[in-house]
């Protein structure tokens, strides 16, 4: 059998080489997150970032904001970072607690297994109630 470098089945091996895409690679931005029955866990490693540096927002009730930012304008942050991230309808908000030990940054959303209702006063109500429709 002769070998030809311009044969498609010559090159295959370039395709699965790990030189080319290697397995251990994940981007800078990158965050992991874990689901426990008692809450959400978002985990960033941020090395070389002072705790000052780091941000982390709610933005109304529903998404959470990991950024790093300037501590003045005359300085530019260790590293740049920036992710956003829906969160799940039942969760306490209040509970929210991070941590940053060891350039990883840890932030935990407790779940709420109250659901959100709301509360009608009967003393709003007028004191006839009109009828709309009989039910069936």
Avoid: C
């Amino acid at each position: 059998m002769e070998f030809s470098p311009f044969h498609p089945s010559s090159w295959h091996f370039l395709f699965i080489s790990p030189l080319l895409v290697p397995y251990h690679f994940t981007p800078d931005n990158y965050v992991h997150w874990t689901e426990t029955p008692e809450s959400h866990i978002y985990s960033a490693n941020l090395p070389g970032v002072r705790k000052e540096e780091i941000r982390v927002e709610l933005e109304d009730s529903r998404y959470l904001i990991i950024r790093t930012e300037a501590i003045n304008e005359s300085t530019q942050p260790t590293k740049i970072f920036m992710r956003k991230f829906r969160l799940p309808s039942m969760i306490d908000v209040d509970g929210i607690s991070a941590g940053y030990e060891d350039g990883v940054l840890t932030v935990t959303v407790p779940r709420s297994f109250v659901r959100r209702g709301f509360y009608i006063d009967p003393g709003d109500l007028p004191e006839q109630l009109e009828l709309l429709a009989r039910a069936a």
